[in-house]
């Protein structure tokens, strides 16, 4: 099995999180290959019950020929303002429609969440380049009330990115046959 990541390079169809710092640009904030933290990020800051959605264009590749898609994984750096205070979810599009994927509310400090889907939701088949290469990923920021405050409080996205998994038939079994001697 062979990966490849892919990072945003464009707004997707949401952009609906506040970047930061003011005047940033949302996919600018989370296309980087280390996590920066604070130094960029978008946010969900409204003091009222709220779910922001960003999703982001994904660079493009290609597959050499032969080769098949295993799983395509979406990856969020995220973090709450306060702890447990809002949830992140990772986010794709594809064919059309919008999914919501692994759900997370936890600590103050940025953690990696992760979406795996081993066939696309949309068809229940394999994944096929051109949909890999159709696809938007992004996060859904949601606030929470923090009664201790008497205010609501959200998350934060530093980092989003998208891992394919793909390989060529029968390299493994030929694999497996040299590792035993035949």
């Known amino acids: 099995m062979t990966t490849v990541t892919i990072r945003p390079d464009g707004a997707g169809d949401l952009t609906e ?84 994927g692994t759900v997370w509310s936890g600590e103050n400090t940025y953690t990696t969440i992760s979406t795996i889907y081993t066939t696309n939701p949309a068809t229940d088949s394999a994944w096929t380049e051109a949909e890999v290469n159709a696809l938007q990923a992004g996060s859904r920021l949601t606030t929470e009330y923090w009664k201790a405050a008497d205010a609501y409080t959200g998350g934060r996205t530093t980092q989003v990115y998208v891992v394919v998994d793909y390989s060529v038939p029968g390299i493994a079994s030929k694999r497996l046959l040299v590792g035993v001697g035949l």
Do not use: C, M
Request: no cysteine.
């Open 17 to 100: 999180q506040d970047p930061q710092p003011s005047g940033s640009v949302n996919w600018q904030n989370v296309d980087e290959e280390t996590s920066d933290g604070d130094s960029t990020y978008n946010q969900n800051a409204y003091e009222t019950l709220k779910i922001l959605n960003d999703l982001y264009n994904l660079g493009s590749f290609s597959l050499p020929a032969g080769n098949v898609i295993n799983s395509v994984t979406v990856y969020v750096v995220t973090r709450n303002v306060v702890s447990l205070y809002g949830e992140t979810h990772t986010l794709i599009k594809t064919n059309g429609t919008v999914y919501a």
